[in-house]
């Protein structure tokens, strides 16, 4: 199994810029792809960006596009999204998710075995 802690996580006003990390423990020889999804309340939850953890190639929502970026430290066993220029559509949980096997885009919930607990992101002036 592979354990995955999320932080990073706040307050942030429109315009404003967080990173997220999420960090891997565990069976990490055996991550494929990681990728990071969103869920705000009353929504479903919708992927954001993932990369795969070996080759790097990487894959982003539209709605993230320009925005976001992600990331990895095979070394610390790190993912990251970088976000910038936020906005109050961004105010959702982020969840770390990571899949052993690879996937289709754009990533889909099912595809994921493994997962963090979330983190809160909220952007409000």
Not at 74 to 84: F, G, I, P, R, S
Not at 95 to 121: H, K, L, R
Request: charged fraction near 15%; hydrophobic fraction near 35%.
């Amino acid at each position: 199994q592979v354990r995955l802690v999320e932080s990073g996580g706040g307050l942030v006003q429109p315009g404003g810029s967080l990173r997220l990390t999420c960090a891997a423990s565990g069976r990490t020889f055996s991550m494929y792809v990681m990728g990071w999804f969103r869920q705000a309340p009353g929504n479903e939850r919708e992927s954001v960006a993932a990369i795969s953890w070996e080759a790097g190639s990487t894959y982003y929502a539209d709605s993230v596009k320009g925005r976001f970026t992600i990331s990895r430290d095979h070394a610390k066993n790190t993912l990251y999204l970088q976000m910038n220029n936020l906005q109050d559509e961004d105010t959702a949980v982020y969840y770390c998710a990571a899949s052993m096997a690879p996937i289709a885009t754009p990533p889909q919930g099912s595809d994921f075995a493994s997962w963090g607990q979330g983190t809160q992101v909220t952007v409000s002036s």
